[in-house]
């Protein structure tokens, strides 16, 4: 592959579909899970995060997953309902994943997810016919590494999803979201997540995982690995200094920093992934969508809660305009 996604010829039909495994989380204000006695349920997960995230600025998305048939399936599918985001459901035999934070705003928040044996992981492929019939449509289609490594299930939906997208002409974004407890083998880690990055048209690797996925945490380090595998664009997220972002034929750029007052990082990165594909599905050039996505990434570091950290187009823009 070679050139910058923005001027391929395929991904601007309209939409994005995200998929992967919602979470019904339990949030505590409160140092330490050990410590916690109060929690305030919310409904989150990476794919969903980036879903709403698209949806808040402007950009048409359908999240697709797996419920349980059980209590938490049932809040989860009500608050999909509420949330006005298209989603392709299914319902099936295990439990939905379950996940507690706690946190008092003075770091980043403990988080204990439970994922084993879900629903999703064992029937994650049961959502495919419903999400086939939607991708001639659709122009993009974002994945992640957390539902490569939720189980074996999951993984070959997702890559039979990257096939199909690819084969219907649809762009691809990915994530690698490292869940390094969803890995008992690490070579065998680094060897699917690149497989997907090779096939992917943006890649958009966190620093701290890079390091772990390719030996460096030197970001044109870990851009020039992505572009070798065959990505046509990069954007490394540095956290608090903001992104680095390059395509395949040499252009290389640092997103603007935002200074703002962090009280929960969870989502960020997917704020990010959500800012950078609505500005390079907008459009916008290279400086301008990942100077949108870092500004999405940092106002979602400004409020609790993953669905309604998201912020709206009149936000990020009123960020952009006023830094």
Same mark, same amino acid.
């Given at each position: 592959?070679?050139?910058?996604?923005?001027?391929?010829?395929?991904?601007?039909?309209?939409?994005? @579909?995200?998929?992967?495994?919602?979470?019904?989380?339990?949030?505590?204000?409160?140092?330490?899970?050990?410590?916690?006695?109060?929690?305030?349920?919310?409904?989150?997960?990476?794919?969903?995060?980036?879903?709403?995230?698209?949806?808040?600025?402007?950009?048409?998305?359908?999240?697709?997953?797996?419920?349980?048939?059980?209590?938490?399936?049932?809040?989860?599918?009500?608050?999909?309902?509420?949330?006005?985001?298209?989603?392709?459901?299914?319902?099936?035999?295990?439990?939905?994943?379950?996940?507690?934070?706690?946190?008092?705003?003075?770091? #980043?928040?403990?988080?204990?997810?439970?994922?084993?044996?879900?629903?999703?992981?064992?029937?994650?492929?049961?959502?495919?016919?419903?999400?086939?019939?939607? @991708?001639?449509?659709?122009?993009?289609?974002?994945?992640?590494?957390?539902?490569?490594?939720?189980?074996?299930?999951?993984?070959?939906?997702?890559?039979?999803?990257?096939?199909?997208?690819?084969?219907?002409?649809?762009?691809?974004?990915?994530?690698?979201?490292?869940?390094?407890?969803?890995?008992?083998?690490?070579?065998?880690?680094?060897?699917?997540?690149?497989?997907?990055?090779?096939?992917?048209?943006?890649?958009?690797?966190?620093?701290?995982?890079?390091?772990?996925?390719?030996?460096?945490?030197?970001?044109?380090?870990?851009?020039?690995?992505?572009?070798?595998?065959?990505?046509?664009?990069?954007?490394?997220?540095?956290?608090?200094?903001?992104?680095?972002?390059?395509?395949? #034929?040499?252009?290389?750029?640092?997103?603007?920093?935002?200074?703002?007052?962090?009280?929960?990082?969870?989502?960020?990165? #997917?704020?990010?992934?959500?800012?950078?594909?609505?500005?390079?599905?907008?459009?916008?050039?290279?400086?301008?969508?990942?100077?949108?996505?870092?500004?999405?990434?940092?106002?979602?570091?400004?409020?609790?809660?993953?669905?309604?950290?998201?912020?709206?187009?009149?936000?990020?823009?009123? @960020?952009?305009?006023?830094?």
């Amino acid at each position: 592959m070679a050139g910058d996604v923005s001027g391929a010829g395929r991904g601007h039909r309209g939409g994005v @579909l995200t998929f992967g495994e919602a979470l019904v989380g339990y949030a505590a204000a409160s140092p330490s899970l050990a410590a916690a006695t109060t929690f305030d349920r919310f409904l989150g997960g990476a794919d969903l995060n980036v879903a709403v995230g698209l949806h808040r600025l402007g950009v048409p998305a359908t999240y697709a997953t797996v419920l349980g048939d059980d209590a938490h399936g049932d809040f989860a599918a009500e608050r999909l309902r509420a949330l006005d985001v298209p989603a392709v459901l299914r319902r099936a035999s295990g439990p939905t994943a379950v996940m507690f934070k706690a946190g008092d705003g003075s770091g #980043d928040p403990e988080v204990l997810q439970l994922r084993r044996g879900t629903a999703f992981a064992l029937s994650a492929p049961e959502v495919l016919p419903g999400v086939a019939a939607l @991708l001639p449509g659709l122009g993009h289609v974002h994945l992640t590494g957390i539902t490569l490594g939720i189980s074996p299930a999951s993984r070959q939906a997702t890559l039979d999803l990257l096939e199909a997208a690819v084969g219907a002409g649809c762009t691809v974004s990915f994530d690698p979201n490292l869940r390094l407890p969803l890995w008992s083998d690490r070579d065998e880690m680094r060897d699917v997540l690149h497989a997907v990055a090779a096939r992917a048209d943006l890649v958009l690797p966190g620093v701290e995982e890079a390091r772990l996925l390719t030996g460096s945490a030197d970001p044109e380090a870990v851009v020039a690995f992505y572009l070798g595998l065959g990505a046509r664009e990069v954007a490394v997220k540095l956290g608090a200094r903001g992104a680095v972002g390059a395509t395949a #034929d040499g252009n290389l750029v640092r997103s603007r920093r935002f200074a703002v007052e962090a009280v929960d990082t969870v989502g960020a990165g #997917d704020g990010f992934a959500a800012g950078y594909v609505a500005g390079l599905l907008g459009g916008e050039p290279l400086q301008g969508r990942l100077d949108r996505a870092a500004a999405v990434g940092a106002l979602v570091t400004t409020r609790t809660g993953d669905l309604d950290a998201m912020p709206d187009r009149t936000e990020v823009d009123a @960020l952009l305009a006023a830094s």
